[in-house]
Structure formats: C-alpha cells, structure tokens
C-alpha cells in the first residue's frame, strides 16, 4: 500500500493534525509525517512535493492555519491529490485559512475539508487509496455501517424514550 504524507506549516498545527494521523492509523495506512512551511521553508516544501510520488505518497494532506499557503504550494509542485486542512487561527477562526485553501486557480486543484477538519481530510484520502484497494474499501463499507447503526439506535432510543 503506497502511503499518505501528512504535512503541517508548524508544530502548532500538530493538535489539529493528531486527528487525521488517528484514522489514518486506524486502517493501517503507512504515513509520513513532515513540518514544512510555505513561506519559511518553500524550497523545500516545493523539494517534497517534487519527490512525493518517486517516494511512495499517493495522497498528500496539508495542514496550515492564517494564510494557508500550504497546500496549494504542494499542489503545484506535483501532480498527486492533496487535501488541505485550514486550520483555525486566533484572529478570523480559520476562515482566513479556509478561503486561502480552497480558493486555488484553475489547473491546481486542492481537495478542501472544513476547518480544523482533519479527520474529513484523513476519511478522504482512504477512500482515495480504496479505490485501488479492496481491503481498505472493506474497511470504510464496515465504519459506514456502523455509524448508521449507531445513528439509528441513538434515535430508536429516543424514539422509545419522548414519543
């Protein structure tokens, strides 16, 4: 199975990104865990993105918060999926990131999940690595159902209890 490389702007962002390295793990999908930011370091940000597919990556996931540069700076270094997550910050809470992430010109596209939505951006990309998969497809079949089933009884229960 090729791997996800989860990619934060700083360690600040490590709360948000714990989230997503959560579920990842929970299928077992390999990761690669990097801080790079776009603007202090963007050689070498553009170097990894460069390098992502000769070095086993078939789904990047950005993490940065303000002006989230981050994952449209990924984008345009190489050719694999990226996910970005806008993470919230003190001064606009995370639209400033939000906006940044998700509004990328034509021909760079960024998958865009809500903000500070790291486990969405995880869900994503195994659903991306499932589509060559069966395992991890099996795998998201399984989670789904159990969600439902869980919804279900919260409202069977609720059901039996006010109606």
Do not use: W
């Not at 003190?90 to 999940?113: F, I, K, Q, Y």
């Not at 009884?153 to 006010?162: H, V």
């Amino acid at each position: 199975m090729k791997k996800v490389g989860i990619v934060m702007g700083s360690t600040s962002d490590l709360p948000v990104v714990e989230k997503a390295l959560a579920v990842l793990q929970e299928y077992g999908v390999p990761i690669e865990v990097r801080v790079l930011s776009a603007h202090r370091c963007p050689e070498e940000a553009a170097a990894f993105a460069r390098s992502a597919r000769e070095s086993g990556f078939s789904v990047l996931i950005a993490a940065a918060g303000m002006a989230a540069h981050l994952a449209g700076a990924l984008a345009a270094n190489c050719s694999l999926p990226v996910i970005g997550i806008p993470c919230k910050g003190a001064v606009l809470e995370g639209m400033d990131a939000l906006l940044s992430t998700v509004m990328m010109p034509p021909g760079v596209p960024v998958a865009t999940v809500g903000v500070d939505g790291a486990k969405n951006a995880a869900l994503l990309a195994v659903e991306i690595l499932a589509l060559s998969d069966e395992s991890l497809a099996a795998k998201l079949e399984a989670a789904r159902a159990a969600n439902r089933a869980a919804v279900l009884e919260a409202d069977a229960a609720l059901q039996a209890k006010y109606c």
